[in-house]
């Protein structure tokens, strides 16, 4: 059946945007099946992360790194992005299956507010608070940096009003969510190229960075292609959103674990790293 005769059980989609798969092809409570199920990916990745964060994962060195983690105030942070990645997986899967406008901002508002606490620690890596404030950090103990909490959630804030209050225009997601990855990008390659501690030995961070960029790229490419080249609700015979969904879901992990790799350089820690099933992990050493 035709999916614009077939609405499914959640009526008429309300949604601005309605994918290239075809609607309530397999069950009618799933308007956009594979879509819906690879959505739950993205929350695989970010229960992945927080597990690997847990007291009882792994042995010996995996063990310590949680306890240094901890004891430097980073694991929280970790487990917060990781959460908010959950989120984001769980909202896209009910905009998926129901394409209801109040679904979408599920899974559109959780991608604003993941990429703003990914910022948020990515910019505070390198400093310490002290009683006078704050100390080292790409921000040091400026107004700026005292007021960065504020600014980030007052952009947050503006997003989610702009976007309740002016429907059916998604570009004001993805110009807004646009802007916040171009920021991570070239702040990560500033992280990059930041010189590094005396007697630092290399560390992984080039390698994570490019696995995370990379994925990142090739999801676009397929959100993009998808939206040019769709015909019969496939593109060239492929899923090509799903696969925009995986894509992004493993990038964010794996810049989350950048992002760890610099926050413990910071410290004067080495990085060690282990793969499982291709996907990173990494652990700290030792001191130097």
Not at 90 to 117: C, W
Request: aromatic share 16%.
């Amino acid at each position: 059946m035709d999916y614009i005769e077939n609405q499914g059980a959640y009526g008429t989609p309300t949604a601005s945007i309605d994918w290239c798969e075809l609607n309530y092809t397999y069950s009618p409570y799933i308007a956009e099946f594979y879509n819906t199920f690879s959505s739950l990916i993205i929350s695989l990745f970010g229960i992945y992360g927080i597990w690997i964060m847990m007291p009882n994962f792994g042995t010996g060195a995996e063990k310590d790194h949680i306890k240094i983690l901890k004891e430097l105030d980073v694991r929280n942070k970790v487990i917060l992005s990781y959460i908010s990645l959950i989120v984001v997986g769980v909202g896209s899967a009910f905009y998926h299956a129901t394409l209801l406008y109040q679904n979408q901002l599920f899974d559109e508002l959780p991608m604003i507010y993941t990429a703003l606490i990914m910022l948020y620690i990515m910019v505070t890596v390198g400093e310490e608070k002290t009683k006078k404030g704050f100390k080292g950090g790409v921000l040091g103990n400026s107004l700026l940096r005292h007021l960065l909490p504020y600014l980030l959630i007052a952009y947050g804030l503006f997003v989610t009003i702009t976007i309740l209050v002016i429907q059916d225009q998604p570009k004001i997601l993805q110009v807004s969510f646009g802007a916040l990855v171009f920021y991570v990008v070239f702040h990560s390659i500033y992280l990059i190229n930041k010189k590094k501690p005396d007697g630092m030995p290399s560390n992984p961070d080039s390698y994570l960075y490019k696995y995370a960029f990379v994925s990142m790229l090739v999801g676009f490419t397929c959100w993009v292609v998808e939206r040019y080249f769709c015909k019969n609700g496939k593109t060239f015979g492929f899923q090509l959103h799903a696969f925009w969904h995986f894509f992004t879901g493993m990038s964010t992990y794996v810049w989350t674990q950048f992002l760890i790799c610099k926050l413990l350089e910071a410290k004067h820690y080495c990085v060690g790293i282990k793969h499982t099933l291709g996907l990173p992990r990494i652990h700290a050493i030792k001191r130097f």
